[in-house]
């Protein structure tokens, strides 16, 4: 079998962790798979958090995948660190010998590509899981990074762009060839989110929201690129005219403090829940009336494939591979990125007529059929067999 490293920083609660895990799981037996990963530390998770994601490495190494822990690969630029990191990988390259090394995410696609290049590795593939060209910093951090991305698709023989706008994002910013980019969606497990496990009124009970009262709800990353500070502004006008909507977000970050505190100044404590990372969000979307993603940009949005698997009309931000998943008027609502107005604009549009949030429901619920984990392993493995025919 062909040997295939995978190199990934952060391996938590995350889309591209959990992107990364359903690759190796899915190419298990045919592949000899190696994981490398850094520690997480800057996702700081909970007891909770870290057993969950244990349980699915203790998964994949029953599947016969082997995990390469790597203590200093960061998500954070530390030099030194890096530098170390760097030559970690190396070493675990020289000594496994692997046919394709594929790496994951921005940090991790920098080192490992090049320590992969310096240790003579026949076949580079990266997944980017988005990019920072725009949203993440400010114009010379961005700069930086689109000359390090270019500089570094040269010595890559394939990217995989998770959608068409995210390609058309590489094209633009002239970072890779056309010829170069496999677009690859990121797979989801369909069937989890497809029919809730649990009763809704008896799971609302449980996590202490009101039965009977509309909720609107976002799942992912508590950070400022992820728009969530305009998502809890555009509710502060939705409230006006609709008091009794409940805001859930679920997952955490660095503005869940900031957040909080503008809650309590306003008053709406009572309005807004913040669940933290969970690991039943199967049966969470499925207590959603609207599905939110605000993001100022976004590599695909995974969530959102999950949204429409369970049934959930959908309002985000029209912004990188999200247009690819969401058809404005079809399966949710699109507004401009950074735009209040628009979103709680489009927020009243589905709490005033639940019946058109119903028909974009079973829309994306069709929809999101093509985006099961099966055909993203698929056409993985058919990626790499193409590579490694010379392809």
């Not at 689109?146 to 959608?163: A, C, N, Q, V």
Request: charged share 25%.
């Amino acid at each position: 079998m062909a040997k295939v490293i995978h190199v990934i920083t952060r391996l938590d609660r995350g889309g591209s962790a959990e992107n990364t895990l359903l690759t190796c799981l899915g190419l298990a037996g045919k592949y000899e798979l190696v994981l490398a990963h850094g520690m997480a530390r800057e996702s700081r998770m909970t007891a909770w958090e870290k057993q969950s994601v244990d349980a699915r490495v203790l998964e994949a190494e029953k599947r016969g995948i082997r995990v390469a822990v790597q203590p200093g690969l960061i998500r954070a630029i530390a030099p030194l660190q890096d530098l170390r990191a760097a030559a970690a990988l190396w070493r675990l390259f020289k000594k496994e010998k692997p046919d394709i090394v594929h790496t994951h995410t921005s940090k991790a696609g920098l080192l490992g590509r090049w320590a992969a290049r310096l240790a003579r590795v026949p076949l580079i593939v990266h997944t980017p899981h988005g990019h920072v060209f725009y949203g993440h910093f400010g114009p010379f951090a961005s700069r930086i990074f689109h000359f390090l991305e270019k500089m570094t698709s040269g010595i890559t023989d394939r990217l995989i762009p998770l959608t068409q706008a995210e390609r058309a994002d590489y094209l633009r910013f002239s970072i890779a060839r056309a010829e170069k980019m496999v677009t690859i969606h990121s797979g989801v497990e369909i069937s989890r989110y497809a029919v809730p496990a649990v009763e809704a009124r008896a799971k609302k009970e449980a996590l202490g929201l009101p039965p009977d009262r509309p909720i609107i709800g976002t799942v992912g990353w508590l950070l400022r690129v992820k728009g969530s500070q305009h998502l809890f502004q555009a509710m502060t006008v939705v409230w006006k005219k609709h008091p009794a909507a409940v805001l859930v977000y679920a997952g955490k970050g660095d503005l869940e403090g900031v957040l909080r505190g503008e809650a309590c100044r306003l008053g709406v404590s009572d309005r807004v829940v913040f669940l933290g990372w969970r690991d039943d969000i199967p049966d969470l979307m499925h207590l959603l009336d609207i599905f939110v993603l605000p993001s100022l940009n976004e590599g695909m949005g995974r969530v959102l494939v999950e949204a429409m698997a369970a049934g959930k009309p959908i309002v985000a931000s029209r912004v990188g591979g999200i247009i690819d998943l969401v058809k404005d008027g079809c399966n949710g609502i699109l507004s401009e990125p950074g735009d209040v107005e628009g979103l709680s604009r489009a927020l009243m549009t589905l709490l005033n007529d639940p019946g058109l949030g119903a028909v974009m429901g079973a829309c994306g619920k069709a929809m999101a059929e093509a985006f099961g984990v099966a055909a993203m392993v698929e056409k993985i493995d058919a990626l790499y067999t193409s590579l490694l025919q010379g392809g």
